[in-house]
């Protein structure tokens, strides 16, 4: 009962989003050709994101868990955290204005992407859920909605912007259809919204909550067929000496 949750929250908070940061911040600078100028407030920004974590995983442990999931750190964490992903996302957003390279890559696009879907989710969820709380069985459609979301919008944009990136690099050939990204894109933006309160099927919701969806995670194929479609164009006909590279065997697994 508080192991897991614990374990769970240094998980995705402590590991994996520190993770996609930090990825996520080279690559802009990478992409825009410049160097990156904001280190101290970032740096600052990732020391209150660790007090945060580590405040919120012993309060998990001393039994002062929310109980909803993902979101079981008390309301005196989750503030630091908010307040650090914000000023490195800004430092981020400042830094992709001032690049050099004006072109937009579609890496890009889900960076940027991620960087305002995490607040969203993350500051809306706790206001219907830790703050000001839902009544009935709206919990647990907030809960599930944002579970899917942190997942999904968050960590799974900043997944994508990296396969993105280091499959057409590491395997030397250009980017297959801009557009056909484009399209996948913005279907993935508006699907996986709606496609997180499958959980909730047979559960006391309105029923066609759980329809809509079964639907938008069912309609999510079309993005995830024109991913891989890109990919797959983009690998083949390249030289096979480069699919031995390490990395592009890693990248080449988790596009998989």
């Known amino acids: 009962g508080r192991i897991r949750p614990a374990a769970m929250n240094a998980l995705v908070y402590g590991f994996a989003s520190q993770s996609a940061l930090a990825v996520l911040l080279w690559i802009l600078s990478r ?8 280190a101290v407030p970032v740096v600052i920004a990732a020391k209150l994101w660790n007090l945060g974590v580590l405040v919120g995983v012993w309060a998990i ?5 929310t109980g909803f ?15 650090a992903f914000v000023v490195i996302a800004l430092c981020a957003v400042a830094s992709f204005w001032a690049r050099r390279v004006r072109e937009l890559y579609p890496s890009q696009w ?3 992407g991620s960087l305002f879907w995490f607040p969203w989710l993350y500051s809306a969820a706790n206001l219907l859920l830790v703050i000001s709380p839902v009544r ?17 919008l968050w960590l799974g944009s900043v997944a994508l912007a990296v396969i993105f ?28 919204g709606f496609s997180g309160l499958t959980s909730l099927i047979g ?6 909550l759980p329809a809509v969806s079964t639907a938008a995670a069912l309609v999510s194929l079309a993005p995830l067929a024109t991913f891989a479609f890109v990919w797959y164009r983009t ?7 480069a699919r031995g590279d390490t990395v592009l065997r890693f990248i080449i697994a988790a596009a998989v």
């Not at 442990?61 to 868990?65: N, Q, T």
């Not at 069985?137 to 999904?152: D, E, H, P």
């Not at 559960?203 to 066609?208: A, K, S």
């Open 31 to 38: 992409l825009g050709g410049n160097r990156f100028a904001y």
């Open 61 to 65: 442990l001393a039994g002062a868990s």
């Open 69 to 83: 999931e993902l979101l079981e750190m008390p309301r005196y964490a989750s503030p630091l955290l908010f307040i």
């Open 110 to 112: 889900f960076l940027l």
């Open 136 to 152: 009935g069985t709206m919990q647990a459609v907030v809960n599930a909605w944002y579970v899917n979301g942190v997942l999904g």
């Open 165 to 192: 990136y280091f499959l057409p690099k590491l395997s030397g050939r250009p980017l297959f259809s801009a557009p056909a990204v484009a399209f996948g894109f913005w279907s993935w933006a508006v699907l996986t």
């Open 203 to 208: 559960g006391p919701v309105p029923r066609w």
């Open 235 to 241: 690998l083949s006909g390249g030289d096979a000496s």
